[in-house]
T-cell receptor, first 115, second 116 residues
Framework: GENVEQHPSTLSVQEGDSAVIKCTYS??????FPWYKQELGKRPQLIID?????GEKKDQRIAVTLNKTAKHFSLHITETQPEDSAVYFC??????????????FGKGTHLIIQP | DTGVSQDPRHKITKRGQNVTFRCDPI?????LYWYRQTLGQGPEFLTY????????KSRLLSDRFSAERPKGSFSTLEIQRTEQGDSAMYLC??????????????FGSGTRLTVV
């Protein structure tokens, strides 16, 4: 099955600086990679996703890059703001068939924005 | 329909008791998923449905766990003879597939289970 590793587990950055969270996956058949933001006591919310036919996707201050050869993908947040403080999860999903359709999540990164 | 609804939000039960949780997905979503999340961990896949058919179950889903989606709308997750290790947040999510390019999940707020 798929295995997703996420680093770092905790990331502290100054407000206004950039933050980068990295994930690796093991199943070369995985072809969908979402990122979720979870604030304390709340549901995970999809913030951006990327499919394997695209190398980069950007949405305002958030971008995701994908390197299929190396099997890793990263979340980039620029001009960080206090409201960016949360736990971020990466995930991978395979559409290779056989009914395997569940997302495999990383263990999460606690992002702390220092004022 | 503003999102995925889960009920109850919190459940405290004694070890050995049975519990049942309910999930109401976004109405136009045909896929429904159950995940479990423990403190400091990412959500772990338990099972998913496409319409009323349960298509996959994780190894995490022991015989004490059963899920149903009888009419392809809401779903229930039952845990029999609860154990302390079952204490976790149980998250439901739904998604649509087919014409839509959006394969992203929408999660519910979860049911926090505490087994004492």
């Amino acid at each position: 099955g798929e295995n997703v590793e996420q680093h770092p587990s905790t990331l502290s950055v100054q407000e206004g600086d950039s933050a980068v969270i990295k994930c690796t996956y093991s199943d070369s058949a995985s072809n969908y990679f979402p990122w979720y933001k979870q604030e304390l006591g709340k549901r995970p919310q999809l913030i951006i996703d990327i499919r394997s036919n695209v190398g980069e996707k950007k949405d305002q201050r958030i971008a995701v890059t994908l390197n299929k050869t190396a099997k890793h993908f990263s979340l980039h947040i620029t001009e960080t703001q206090p409201e960016d403080s949360a736990v971020y999860f990466c995930a991978a999903r395979s559409f290779s068939g056989g009914g395997a359709d569940g997302l495999t999540f990383g263990k999460g990164t606690h992002l702390i924005i220092q004022p | 329909d503003t999102g995925v609804s889960q009920d109850p939000r919190h459940k405290i039960t004694k070890r050995g008791q049975n519990v049942t949780f309910r999930c109401d997905p976004i109405s136009e979503h045909n896929r429904l998923y159950w995940y479990r999340q423990t403190l400091g961990q990412g959500p772990e896949f338990l099972t998913y449905f496409q319409n009323e058919a349960q298509l996959e179950k994780s190894r995490l889903l022991s015989d004490r766990f059963s899920a149903e989606r009888p009419k392809g709308s809401f779903s229930t997750l039952e845990i029999q003879r609860t154990e302390q290790g079952d204490s976790a947040m149980y998250l439901c999510a739904s998604s649509s597939r087919g014409n839509s390019e959006n394969y992203g999940y929408t999660f519910g707020s979860g049911t926090r289970l505490t087994v004492v």
